[in-house]
């Protein structure tokens, strides 16, 4: 299975080490969505804009863990995209996003331009 990843899992990123066992396809971009800090981490919510992330291949175990990171709490939720290595799951955010600072370039390694 395959696994889209935005924010902190991205190589080296804080928890980059959660996709130790990952193997990296590549980057994408994906269309009608728009990111936000929330402060050491993003959320990526539907929206006309795009997020650039990376695609990586993983197992049930890995998926596991990164469920037991991101749903907790029902910040986020797994839904399955489509991307050019297949499709994968991408974790996308639950809660409001007023307030939080808006990144225009989709990209979290822009944050601090912002």
């Given at each position: ?59 049930a ?13 029902g ?27 808006f ?12």
């Amino acid at each position: 299975m395959r696994i889209f990843v935005y924010g902190s899992l991205r190589r080296k990123q804080g928890n980059s080490h959660w996709m130790t066992n990952a193997q990296w396809l590549g980057d994408h971009c994906v269309e009608d969505y728009q990111l936000y800090s929330l402060g050491h981490y993003p959320g990526a919510v539907p929206g006309d804009g795009s997020v650039l992330g990376e695609v990586y291949r993983i197992d049930a175990a890995t998926l596991g863990e990164l469920d037991a990171l991101r749903t907790a709490g029902g910040e986020y939720k797994r839904q399955l995209i489509q991307t050019p290595y297949g499709s994968a799951w991408m974790y996308v955010y639950q809660r409001s996003v007023e307030g939080k600072k808006f990144i225009p370039t989709g990209n979290w390694l822009d944050r601090d331009q912002y």
